[in-house]
């Protein structure tokens, strides 16, 4: 049977917030847009977002984007691009008043202006008094976001592929990205879109590990990709741990408890941040408090009859501002912690969360690898954007509040650019059947049935792995081993066989695809932790204790093929003002 | 715990069959855990589901009889055995998972985005906190599609008839003060079919997860339209 295919001036890979920012953009423009998507655009997972949105609106208490600059770069325990975070910082104001025009329904000030809370990290005049910068729909932001970007989609008429899991990226002898085969799930059929430009904007990948915020759909799909057509992957080993998850469940209770006056305590109902962060307490930035809390559990003043979690006390602060400000927040630990919070503590633990790493690009979106000219060159064709994207604005520790801001703004520069990259390169380049037909060999991976591993098992022995070798603290040997096991795995990989050989809505095969990915990203993860011999934001050795900006103030490369680790050097020159240089991090 | 699951794979079988499974459920397990369970059993069983915390709208199913997101559904609280069927009235593509393109087309059909025609502000439109109030209990919706797949009205006339789901997003635009297309809105909405095969039979608010009331919602559009026409 012929291949079909369709063409396409641009594919965007994923219709969360970055892919449906960039989409807005190409559509205005008159491009023709593909969106392609495993689920329908508003189960992406931007949908979870609660916070907010950062933006130095400057509606509650005095801010300007330089500010925010200092905090991002601070943040990042000054592994982050100065660059591409002071454009972040000053296009997140004209980028939260489109998001207001487009129709996001944020909370209001008694002036009629966008509220604004507090976010763990975040200060006034360069690490004075706590600031006010995050944007807020009530608890629900990126639900709002997200929703109103897909309705500003339908208006512009953009073209989506709604249930289509992209297998591979087509490339040619150049490296050139020619498009994706992609696979509609409905007809389990192989198609072929070709594309002048791809942006791939899949997400994140938390599943990789056991106890994770994310959802089932976040399976680092675009990363993986881009690691088999030859891209590297930066900084994989920054992954965040966001303090508050439900204990035992993972679900997501936003930094924002803590920013409408919410606290930790311990068993001995201590507020244990005072001791680990004096000046910011319980919003100090998120490594800090997960490694707190994993502290005050290790060391007996855990909670519980197992004594395995802390306590978020918001009750305090009365039902009124839980239920205005807080209203998901309630909900959801009511059903999943059985305790309303308006009464009760929440029970909370780190939950796998964020990787800060992804695809290397530069702040036009362009993906960029080492080659010929130096470590940043563009791959002609080929963009990304959002969490699968590394700028790299959040280094080794993100802001809360700056995850929505990265994929709004960096899906709209990315769009921008690919408008222009359509100007000057008109035409598609011609088909390469050899990577056709690569793309179709793993499309066709698991069309053999019989006897062998089941992909829930070997998925389940993963993703153990990785909470027991990559977690919020990391030691060398632990961390080999973990490697090891991870190799192990992946030649395991040729022994998963599908019972269910069906076509039609086959999520079997889906997920099979999906671990293929997963593990690809996961030794991306494993591997560069076990390299980097320090401790810097989220990656934390207690064998390596201190940060070493001599010899590890630098971006992790690493490449799928052989396994290999390359660096690069940080952009520490921002685009107008002075760098912030490296200091000692305390909050 | 004792489920009966609705099973259909249109490449193996001619007509659909319950299928009964057996599920250990400890305290705290939803319906969505019970059911990936199920699908460790059974690889070959199919349902949508993604974030696991009722804000994906992914994994709406019919329990007993009434349509609820997995995720958010405590098994405790189910009778046994539990039946778990796909949506009704949707042509059902494999097992749980169902064909829900006149869901999404109706909600197309009521231009579900802000339209202002003003120049734009240099900053943001200004909306007092009362007015911002108007869109609560509105914005949230999740686009699930619990209620409009146990409306009997949708069930009859899916092309014609927008749905609960579509209309309570159509009052969410009309009950914000920020957009300026109330008219054409209304107009839009003229007819015997698009709003007023509303009945108020009310399943929808009963099916609602997010516990939103999309009946009132159209007792709304029905009075202003009411204001409209005089």
């Known amino acids: ?587 | 715990m004792k489920f009966r699951i609705y099973r259909y794979n249109p490449d193996a079988d001619t007509e659909p069959s319950m299928q009964e499974f057996d599920v250990d459920a400890p305290r705290g397990t939803m319906l969505r855990d019970a059911l990936l369970m199920i699908k460790e059993q059974d690889e070959t069983f199919a349902f949508r589901h993604s974030c696991g915390e009722g804000v994906c709208g992914s994994d709406g199913v019919n329990v007993n009889g009434q349509n609820r997101l997995a995720c958010i559904t405590p098994v405790a609280d189910l009778k046994e055995p539990v039946e778990v069927r796909p949506f009704p009235g949707r042509p059902v593509i494999r097992d749980l998972v169902v064909d829900m393109t006149q869901f999404y087309q109706q909600y197309r059909a009521i231009k579900p985005w802000l339209i202002r025609n003003d120049p734009l502000p240099e900053q943001e439109t200004l909306q007092s906190p009362a007015e911002r109030d108007q869109l609560d209990g509105l914005y949230e919706c999740i686009l699930c599609g619990c209620c409009s797949t146990s409306c009997p009205s949708f069930w009859w006339n899916p092309d014609k008839f927008h749905g609960p789901q579509a209309l309570l997003t159509a009052w969410r635009f009309l009950a914000d003060s920020r957009d300026q297309a109330t008219d054409e809105r209304l107009d839009a909405l003229e007819g015997p079919y698009k709003l007023f095969r509303c009945h108020t039979i009310m399943n929808c608010v009963e099916a609602c997860p997010k516990g939103l009331n999309p009946t009132k919602a159209i007792g709304h559009i029905k009075n202003l339209m009411l204001k409209h026409s005089v």
């Open chain 1, 1 to 587: 049977m012929p291949l079909n295919k369709r063409r396409f001036d641009a594919l965007i890979i994923g219709a969360g917030g970055a892919g449906l920012n960039a989409a807005i953009q190409l559509a205005n423009a008159d491009a023709r847009v593909a969106v392609v998507s495993k689920v329908f655009p508003t189960r992406s997972h931007t949908v979870a977002a609660q916070g907010g949105v950062n933006a130095a609106l400057a509606n509650v208490l005095p801010d300007s984007w330089h500010w925010h600059m200092f905090d991002t770069v601070k943040g990042s325990d000054y592994l982050g691009d100065q660059d591409a975070i002071e454009f972040m910082c000053r296009e997140a104001i004209p980028t939260v008043y489109e998001l207001e025009h487009n129709g996001v329904p944020f909370s209001r000030l008694d002036n009629g202006k966008i509220y604004q809370r507090a976010f763990g990290g975040q200060s006034q005049n360069f690490g004075g008094d706590q600031a006010a910068r995050t944007c807020a729909a009530a608890d629900r932001t990126g639900h709002a976001i997200l929703h109103t970007l897909y309705q500003q989609n339908l208006r512009a008429r953009t073209h989506f592929f709604d249930e289509y899991f992209a297998i591979e990226l087509v490339t040619d002898d150049e490296g050139a990205v020619l498009g994706a085969l992609v696979m509609e799930i409905e007809t389990g059929e192989a198609l072929l879109i070709e594309a002048k430009v791809t942006l791939l904007a899949t997400g994140g990948c938390g599943q990789v590990y056991r106890t994770t915020s994310n959802a089932h759909i976040n399976t680092g799909d675009g990363m993986a990709m881009a690691l088999r057509a030859g891209v590297p992957l930066q900084d994989m080993e920054f992954f965040q741990f966001h303090p508050t998850g439900i204990a035992g469940k993972g679900m997501l209770i936003t930094e924002g408890v803590r920013g409408e006056g919410g606290f930790l305590v311990n068993k001995d109902g201590e507020r244990f941040m005072e001791r680990y962060a004096p000046n910011a307490k319980d919003l100090a930035s998120r490594d800090v408090v997960s490694r707190a809390i994993v502290t005050e559990v290790k060391e007996g003043r855990g909670c519980g009859p197992q004594g395995d979690h802390v306590l978020l006390q918001i009750h305090h602060v009365g039902e009124e501002i839980v239920a205005k400000r807080l209203p998901g927040i309630r909900e959801s630990a009511r059903i999943f912690a059985g305790v309303d919070p308006v009464e009760e503590p929440i029970p909370v633990f780190p939950t796998a969360h964020y990787v800060m790493g992804g695809i290397p690009t530069d702040r036009y979106g362009r993906v960029v690898i080492p080659a010929r000219h130096g470590p940043e060159e563009a791959v002609p064709g080929l963009y990304a954007a959002g969490e699968c994207a590394c700028v790299s604005v959040h280094g080794a520790n993100r802001l809360g509040g700056n995850s929505l801001l990265d994929i709004l703004v960096f899906g709209r520069a990315a769009g921008l650019d690919v408008i222009s990259y359509l100007r000057d390169n008109a035409n598609h380049r011609p088909m390469n059947t050899a990577s056709v037909d690569k793309a179709m060999a793993a499309f066709q991976r698991f069309d053999q049935g019989g006897e062998g591993i089941s992909v829930a098992e070997l998925r389940n022995e993963f993703r153990k792995c990785m909470e027991d070798h990559a977690g919020v603290f990391r030691v060398q040997d632990v961390m080999d081993d973990g490697v090891e096991k991870i190799k192990q795995l992946r030649e395991r990989l040729d022994d998963v066989r599908l019972k269910d050989q069906s076509r039609v809505f086959n999520t079997a095969r889906v997920e099979a695809f999906e671990l293929v990915n997963m593990i690809d990203v996961g030794m991306a993860i494993a591997l560069s932790a076990a390299r980097r011999q320090e401790s810097r934001g989220a990656h934390s050795r207690p064998d390596h204790p201190d940060r070493d900006d001599k010899n590890w103030l630098k971006h992790s490369l690493y490449f799928k093929q052989d396994d290999t680790l390359d660096y690069k050097p940080v952009r520490t020159k921002p685009l107008t003002v002075e760098s912030f240089p490296p200091k000692a991090r305390v909050y």
